[in-house]
């Protein structure tokens, strides 16, 4: 995380000071590096230009709308699965024809919506979803684009919630099932089947992995081909792991690059990615602030008001993120730290044994790579508001999402009179 580094003493984001950020926006808060992102995806785009795929940002990592629009002003299309984030993926100005559709739980409504606003293509996952399309098509007598997302029986990622290609997953059909059903989609007026899809899970590390996964869609795609259907579209998921520790490797791109161009090259298809998490993680931080040092037993606990609720992968996935102090304590001893929130949960650890110095309260702490699956997921569990959003670019910041007001975060509830305290008298 080059991008984030100390500075006369104190950590910046950039050019920004992270200490002058925090008096100015208040702690906790979200901090990305517009340049983090435009280096992440330019990498991964000249990895993979020798295979003409293209990129479809998943997003699911990071929904903010500053963050979505600076990457479809590089070129990127977008992979949503909700109504909420394919009018989020509009609103940042990528266009309806570079949206794909993904989730195994789209209602009537979000594909009627989807239909109506052209989109690029809708990933089937059931046959549920599929009839429904069918259905819709019908009605709004409009073509609509599906790829079939097929399920390779291949287990991958670095956490079993979020390993999706195994063949007790939610997600995807079988191969078999997916030649019925484009047989049938075939013959439908306004629908157009033009491919298969696939995800097998994420933090994949391993080029491997994604060999044996891309080899299945290859022979599904023969297949199919062999029994007169079109198949010119492979959407790939994505996947792609980040090194949360100092000591892991990420996916080497060269190796990645060189198996996309393979695929293109044997099956003449296009060809998407879905990457989300290794465009993002590395190009944000959460900054919180000390409210109490304790001890208990052996254990040292930082108290900061960030929590579990502002970042929720270390309870939820047993997530490693590194922690670091935003002045530099210059060769001070360090403590193994357990980083903790003030929610009322025993689980709500942000960082087991961090080396921190000797911190005190009114200090500034910083959790890494948190620019992914961080604000997206955060709630006001505990009755607390949802944290900023800042964007940096060279010495200039941007806050673009604001802190609520706790009038704010409660106007959408209601206290019908049958049930107030008055009625009760």
């Not at 590089?74 to 309806?96: F, H, K, Q």
């Not at 270390?314 to 590194?322: I, K, M, Q």
Request: charged share 20%; net charge negative.
């Amino acid at each position: 995380m080059s991008t984030f580094d100390y500075q006369n003493g104190r950590l910046h984001a950039e050019s920004v000071c992270l200490s002058d950020l925090a008096d100015q926006v208040d702690t906790p808060f979200y901090c990305y590096s517009a340049s983090a992102l435009e280096h992440r995806y330019r990498r991964l785009a000249e990895a993979i230009s020798a295979s003409g795929t293209t990129i479809a940002y998943a997003v699911k990592a990071n929904s903010n709308l500053a963050v979505v629009s600076l990457l479809g002003g590089l070129g990127s299309g977008a992979d949503v699965v909700s109504e909420g984030e394919l009018r989020r993926a509009m609103a940042a100005g990528i266009p309806a024809d570079r949206i794909l559709f993904s989730g195994v739980g789209k209602s009537v409504d979000e594909l009627a919506f989807a239909i109506g606003e052209g989109i690029h293509q809708i990933n089937i996952e059931s046959e549920t979803e599929f009839d429904r399309v069918l259905d819709l098509a019908q009605r709004a007598v409009r073509t609509v684009r599906i790829a079939l997302r097929i399920n390779p029986g291949i287990e991958a990622g670095g956490h079993d919630k979020i390993s999706t290609g195994r063949k007790t997953d939610k997600f995807g059909i079988s191969a078999g099932h997916a030649l019925e059903l484009y047989r049938r989609a075939e013959k439908h007026a306004f629908v157009e089947p033009v491919g298969l899809a696939m995800h097998i899970g994420s933090q994949i590390s391993d080029v491997s992995a994604f060999a044996g996964a891309f080899d299945y869609l290859a022979e599904a795609t023969d297949d199919m081909r062999r029994k007169g259907l079109t198949v010119s579209r492979l959407d790939l998921g994505g996947g792609l792991g980040v090194a949360y520790h100092d000591d892991e490797q990420e996916l080497p791109l060269e190796d990645y690059g060189a198996l996309l161009k393979s695929l293109a090259l044997r099956t003449d298809a296009q060809l998407t990615i879905e990457p989300g998490r290794w465009l993002v993680a590395g190009a944000g931080v959460l900054v919180t602030r000390v409210n109490a040092i304790k001890q208990a037993g052996d254990r040292r606990f930082v108290i900061v008001d960030a929590a579990m609720n502002d970042l929720i992968r270390p309870t939820l996935y047993d997530a490693h993120h590194p922690v670091w102090p935003v002045d530099n304590h210059e060769d001070a001893a360090l403590h193994p730290s357990t980083v903790a929130g003030p929610v009322c949960e025993s689980g709500d650890i942000l960082a087991f044994d961090a080396p921190l110095p000797g911190l005190a309260a009114g200090d500034l702490v910083t959790v890494g790579h948190a620019g992914a699956y961080g604000a997206v997921m955060s709630s006001g569990y505990n009755g607390r508001l949802l944290v900023p959003e800042v964007l940096v670019r060279g010495d200039d910041f941007a806050v673009v999402r604001r802190r609520p007001s706790h009038d704010e975060a409660m106007a959408l509830e209601s206290i019908p009179e049958w049930s107030s305290a008055t009625a009760a008298a």
